[in-house]
Nanobody, 134 residues
């Protein structure tokens, strides 16, 4: 059983930075011809659809980022502690949301196309709130 626990949310001023962390207890770093285990960050604002922020997978160099955060956010992982991080910079009010960590066994075909969404992930954390004020 995979359990995800986020931390690091809070308040920031526009233009500032925050770092989120997530520990994925029970997560296995595996891959085969069809699927690869991945960790991700999603965010959601009440009344809107959940938005993919960033995804990182086994062997994870770089990451798959949502268009709204490219160049500002960086996802990374520490396989020894089964942790995934999100470094957020140049924050703006549009980044205000509940940020959730997710774990999934994602089809390699979807990784190749970059068309990854919440449906690719089976385990979710409770979330940590980020509020950016101008």
């Amino acid at each position: 059983q995979v359990h995800l626990a986020e931390s690091g949310g809070g308040s920031a001023m526009a233009g500032g930075s925050l770092k989120l962390s997530c520990v994925a207890t029970g997560f296995s770093y595996t891959m085969n011809r069809i699927r690869t285990s991945c960790l991700a960050w999603f965010r959601q604002v009440e009344g809107r659809e959940r938005e993919r922020v960033a995804v990182i997978c086994v062997g994870g160099n770089g990451g798959n980022y949502g268009d709204s955060v490219k160049g500002r956010f960086t996802i990374s992982q520490d396989t020894a502690t089964k942790s995934v991080f999100l470094d957020m910079a140049s924050l703006n009010s549009e980044d205000t949301a509940m940020y959730c960590c997710a774990a999934g066994w994602v089809e390699n075909s979807r990784l190749r196309t970059g068309h990854i969404d919440a449906g690719d992930f089976t385990h979710w954390g409770q979330g940590t709130r980020v509020a950016v004020s101008s």
